[in-house]
């Protein structure tokens, strides 16, 4: 499976900031997925990051909050925009394996806290 | 729509015995995926086993093995000889092949030493 790392691990930001998370793949993929992790809940996907495209959003998510890149099939970045404290969640970024691409394996995490 | 179910918000073991996760799902697909993945307090989501629906055998890793009944649309996780380091949330997921994956709410497991 492809390691996968992000930056930073957590952060603590002011209201009406924004935060860019990264996410690192030690090989090249072709999708990359934004999921959103609210306090004591499950997964949700944010958006799919496919390289040299635009991003494809979920219902619910608009790219003004979440501007996402990928300038490659290594590295991607999720913008979280003037935040407030409902962002406060953790973001995970994922990849689809190379031989089975219905299974997905994901990075370590970012929390996030909006004071 | 396709919907995951996990019916146990929380669920204890004592070290050493076998527990059983419960999973249920709702779809009109044939062929689709099904996982387990676990998510410590470190928060990796971390993936545990996975079955493919067209396969009729139960999918096995180390201690881990499903109980995958394709009529019922039941897929629980089956831990053996339950250990601390197995304490997390368990989610199980339902995804068809170019689709997003769906994610139940998740069992939280506790090891009891």
């Known amino acids: 499976s492809a390691v996968i790392s992000q930056k930073p691990s957590r952060d603590i930001c002011q209201r009406g900031t924004s935060l860019t998370i990264q996410c690192q793949v030690d090989s090249q993929v072709t999708m990359m997925f934004w999921y959103r992790q609210q306090p004591g809940q499950s997964l949700t996907l944010i958006a799919t990051a496919n390289q040299g495209s635009e991003a494809t959003y979920e219902s619910g998510f608009v790219i003004d909050k979440f501007p996402i890149s990928r300038p490659n099939l290594t590295f991607s970045t999720l913008t979280v925009s003037n935040m407030s404290p409902e962002d406060s969640s953790i973001y995970l970024c994922?990849?689809?394996?190379?031989?089975?691409?219905?299974?997905?394996?994901f990075g370590p995490g970012t929390r996030l806290l909006v004071l | 729509a396709q919907t995951v179910t996990q019916s146990q918000p929380e669920m204890s073991v004592q070290e050493a015995e076998t527990v059983t996760l419960s999973c249920t799902y709702d779809?009109?697909?044939?062929?689709?995926?099904l996982f387990w993945y676990k998510q410590p307090p470190s928060r990796q989501m971390i993936l545990v086993i996975r079955q493919e629906a067209y396969k009729q055998q139960n999918a096995t890793e180390n201690r881990f093995s499903v109980n995958f009944q394709k009529a019922a649309k039941s897929f629980s996780l089956k831990i053996s000889d339950s250990q601390l380091g197995d304490a997390a949330m368990y989610f199980c997921a339902y995804r068809v092949r170019d689709d997003k994956i769906i994610f139940g709410k998740g069992t939280r497991l506790h090891i009891l030493p």
């Open positions: 994922s990849v689809e394996d190379r031989t089975y691409q219905e299974t997905q394996y």
């Open positions: 779809t009109s697909e044939s062929d689709y995926y």
